[in-house]
């Protein structure tokens, strides 16, 4: 119970620690950007046409990172923005109207697609939809904090990229014990989760 209370004071302490930065940063004009949101599979978007309530549509992307809208068909959405999708299905209605085709605003309703796991030695091992980007001692957080005899200056992060996986070995030792290194304090120091990750806590 003590190593438990421990975990929890000392990744409270480190996320405060990484947290006081980039406000400190935004407070001097030079925050850090967060990237534009890309779909994915499993996300529930909204597809309006104005002016044409038949061709309002809310949408899951299926596991393909595809999904169909009437009068156009498939679309690829996996890995687009939002705008690519508007401009997509823009193309496909041109043939539909004789003048220019209505305004295409497509949103994301609920983000559930950008999901990864966490295995290994921690507290609540599993799949997590944040809702929002995360760093990996974030997630490490979300899934409890390590265990007691976990490796934490060894995590693992299995990522695809093109068809391949890539491996990325981070350490966390020092920022879990609260004592974050100026590498961990730098902007972009810690990696962000990106969505398909699979965290190893050896």
Same mark, same amino acid.
């Given at each position: 119970?003590? @190593?438990?209370?421990?975990?929890?004071?000392? $990744?409270?302490?480190?996320? !405060?620690?990484?947290?006081?930065?980039?406000?400190?940063?935004?407070?001097?004009?030079?925050?850090?950007?967060? /990237?534009?949101?890309?779909?994915?599979?499993?996300?529930?978007?909204?597809?309006?046409?104005?002016?044409?309530?038949?061709?309002?549509?809310?949408?899951? @992307? $299926?596991?393909? !990172?595809?999904?169909?809208?009437?009068?156009?068909?498939?679309?690829?959405?996996?890995?687009?923005? /939002?705008?690519?999708?508007?401009?997509?299905?823009?193309?496909?209605?041109?043939?539909?109207?004789?003048?220019?085709?209505?305004? @295409?605003?497509? =949103?994301?309703?609920?983000?559930?697609?950008?999901?990864?796991?966490?295995?290994?030695?921690?507290?609540?091992?599993?799949?997590?939809?944040?809702?929002?980007?995360?760093?990996?001692?974030?997630?490490? *957080?979300?899934? *409890?904090?390590?265990?007691?005899?976990?490796?934490?200056?060894?995590?693992?992060? $299995?990522?695809?990229?093109? *068809?391949?996986?890539?491996?990325?070995?981070?350490? $966390?030792?020092?920022?879990?014990?609260?004592?974050? =290194?100026?590498?961990?304090?730098?902007?972009? *120091?810690?990696?962000?989760?990106?969505?398909?990750?699979?965290?190893?806590?050896?």
């Amino acid at each position: 119970m003590k @190593v438990a209370i421990a975990c929890a004071v000392a $990744l409270a302490s480190a996320a !405060g620690s990484l947290i006081a930065v980039p406000q400190a940063m935004a407070q001097q004009g030079g925050a850090n950007k967060l /990237p534009p949101y890309r779909i994915n599979p499993g996300d529930e978007i909204e597809v309006y046409v104005w002016g044409e309530e038949r061709l309002q549509r809310s949408i899951r @992307v $299926l596991p393909d !990172g595809s999904f169909s809208f009437p009068l156009v068909g498939r679309v690829d959405a996996a890995g687009k923005l /939002p705008v690519d999708i508007e401009a997509a299905v823009t193309r496909g209605l041109s043939a539909q109207f004789r003048d220019q085709v209505p305004q @295409v605003t497509v =949103s994301v309703r609920n983000p559930a697609g950008f999901q990864f796991s966490i295995i290994g030695k921690v507290r609540s091992p599993g799949i997590f939809t944040p809702g929002k980007y995360v760093n990996i001692l974030e997630a490490i *957080g979300m899934a *409890g904090g390590p265990s007691e005899f976990a490796d934490t200056s060894n995590v693992l992060i $299995l990522r695809k990229q093109n *068809g391949a996986l890539v491996t990325m070995r981070v350490r $966390l030792s020092d920022a879990i014990k609260g004592n974050p =290194s100026s590498r961990d304090l730098a902007v972009n *120091g810690l990696p962000e989760m990106q969505s398909g990750d699979t965290v190893i806590m050896p």
